[in-house]
């Protein structure tokens, strides 16, 4: 398993040095790169670095969750404070997504299954093309991961250190995606309903503890932003300026249907956080905003949902978002995935999907549960409808593809041992009798 993490990391660091190397963050990428020098500079816990570096504002921001920031500055913290020093770091973080992959691959269909979803994860473009982005997805991989593999260990073997533990991953998922937050109710409380050696109070105990943990973690975040804003802010203040960002005529009809439109966001004043202003109020007036928009168009909205979801799964226009995905601003996208790497991702995703079929039914032959996987599969589906479809949001379902293709593939190479030894031994036969 460390071979191939190996591998993965020198995938991801010839990537990140050919591609990245003089690479200039933008977007949320620079909103992740200058936090988190902000915060080793000591010029603000949370300050938008937007407000900083371009009006020399101090202004409260709370736009994304705080955790890929810390991440990201434990590099700063020793002097490593450039954007090419992060995505480097970044590189280390995915190699831990795709040994801990692996130990979900081992939990879930036994250890050459964990060394296939190992393999799998560390040469998956969807897998590796985060840690040139400077994203949260790369955390989001790593944690994802986390969740599968004690899901099933707490199915195998329920105890109360075992759903503390998986309450806590949750909890630092939210803190790193806020929808992630769902992962709480579709997969944690799930998960303990369905744990048949125990009585049905015990299972709602045993939950009642995995989602307090969950909150204890959330907790000091949520409680730091009810003190610092005028509106309730929970988790983040992006929900706002997702809503007008994608529900205008742009994303509701035309090339853009499903996806999200900056041009919406600057026409209603929701891209850029206006300077000396409370970000809760402005996050509450582009969901206002958001919201009315969606109310005066309901009967386009099915339409627009569908086409989110087909954008998130790769089946609505893939093409189209490839080129998305590699950063088209007239096409309202500050992506950064080169085309090629994108499409071979593309193909290897459509692969592990068909696999991933024959991984779910080998797994309910083994009487296996798959509540964790489905519940992650949901997740993704929820968050492409609330907001918009595009490839990176799919990144827990990519997890899900490498745990449930890894069985399949086990499966089809212990058939292929198989027949390959009768073949032998019918040889063997023969040259004994003749």
């Not at 991989?141 to 250190?161: D, E, G, H």
């Not at 995935?337 to 071979?344: G, H, M």
């Amino acid at each position: 398993m460390a071979l191939v993490s190996f591998v993965g990391l020198c995938i991801r660091v010839v990537y990140v040095l050919v591609s990245k190397r003089q690479a200039v963050p933008g977007g949320d990428a620079f909103y992740f790169h200058l936090q988190a020098n902000l915060l080793v500079n000591g010029k603000g816990w949370f300050i938008d670095p937007w407000a900083y570096i371009h009006h020399h504002q101090v202004v409260e921001s709370a736009y994304h969750p705080p955790l890929w920031s810390l991440v990201l500055a434990a590099p700063s913290a020793i002097g490593a404070k450039s954007y090419l020093s992060q995505l480097l770091w970044a590189c280390v973080v995915g190699t831990a997504a795709v040994f801990v992959t692996g130990l979900a691959g081992r939990e879930v269909g036994g250890p050459r299954a964990g060394l296939i979803a190992a393999g799998i994860a560390a040469v998956y473009p969807n897998y590796w093309l985060n840690d040139g982005s400077g994203l949260a997805e790369t955390l989001v991989l790593f944690l994802i991961a986390a969740v599968v593999l004690v899901s099933y260990k707490l199915w195998r073997r329920p105890s109360l250190s075992n759903v503390a533990i998986l309450g806590a991953l949750c909890g630092l998922a939210a803190l790193t995606r806020s929808e992630l937050s769902l992962l709480v109710v579709l997969v944690l409380i799930p998960v303990c309903l369905v744990l048949r050696s125990l009585s049905a109070g015990r299972r709602i105990a045993i939950a009642s503890v995995g989602a307090s943990v969950a909150l204890l973690v959330v907790a000091p975040w949520i409680g730091f932003n009810l003190s610092r804003f005028n509106h309730v802010e929970i988790i983040s203040t992006e929900f706002g300026s997702g809503l007008a960002s994608a529900n205008c005529n742009q994303t509701y009809r035309g090339p853009l249907t499903g996806y999200w439109s900056f041009g919406c966001q600057v026409h209603r004043n929701c891209a850029v956080l206006p300077i000396q202003k409370d970000e809760s109020a402005w996050d509450a007036r582009c969901r206002r905003i958001g919201l009315s928009y969606i109310e005066r168009h309901q009967t386009r909205l099915p339409v627009v949902m569908t086409a989110r979801i087909g954008r998130e799964f790769g089946v609505f226009d893939p093409i189209q978002q490839l080129r998305l995905d590699g950063g088209h601003p007239a096409l309202s996208s500050f992506e950064t995935r080169p085309f090629v790497w994108a499409a071979a991702g593309l193909v290897m995703y459509y692969l592990l999907l068909v696999a991933s079929v024959f991984g779910a039914l080998t797994l309910r032959k083994r009487r296996l549960t798959l509540v964790p996987l489905v519940g992650i599969l949901a997740g993704v589906v929820v968050a492409a409808v609330l907001i918009y479809g595009t490839t990176r949001f799919r990144s827990p379902f990519e997890v899900v593809l490498a745990v449930l293709a890894a069985p399949a593939i086990d499966r089809a190479v212990r058939r292929f041992d198989k027949r390959r030894a009768q073949r032998l031994h019918h040889v063997v036969m023969n040259e004994q009798t003749l």
